[in-house]
């Protein structure tokens, strides 16, 4: 049985909170939020531990792996005091505000020996999981350029307004010049008031 810590238990924690009960090898030992009040409506319900201090669930021993869903610019320095504590993440998209936080994340989980993964659940979608594989099948012949498009309802009522402030707006635009396979990922979710649109360009280089 794998104990699980939720770090950001804002109001979009309750659909984590339900994807954690479905799984019968995953319990959620604790929640981090920095609400009291809100924070303490969750021990009752879900009868679990509670901290309004991330540091203080990380010093936990009876957690293995936390899930990271604080704003997107704590991203870096939670995700990397979870790596050195030993705990296992998953961490919410978009992984960091810059490159260099992504990289520091990474190179933290590495040395300290914890799994990390992060939450770009599209992966996982039916027609991502189609276009994959008849893509590997090579029937389309070498591919030079992808570029795919998604929209959703963007403002929803987890959704929290510190997404829209300037504050934290972040664009990450990662881009591997001269891999094997190049790759560039854009993201940006203040494009659109709209939705959340993703760009992804995929080229060979000369």
Known sequence: MISIGIIGAGNFSIKHIEAIGKL????LKAVCRRDPFALNQLRKTYGV???TEYK???EDPAIDAVLIATPHHLHA???IAAASAGKHILLEKPMASTWEDCRAIYEASKKNNVKLMVGQ???FTPA???ARTY???GNLGAIHTVKATSASFWKH???QDWHLQKKNRRRISLVRSRPPAGFGLCFDPFRSPAGICHDIQSFSPG
């Open 157 to 159: 009522e987890e959704r």
């Open 135 to 137: 893509l590997e099948s």
């Open 49 to 51: 531990e509670g901290y």
């Open 77 to 79: 320095t939670i995700a």
């Open 56 to 58: 203080d669930l990380l």
């Open 121 to 123: 659940v599209g992966q």
């Open 24 to 27: 019968p090898n995953l319990q």
């Open 128 to 130: 991502f999981l189609a």
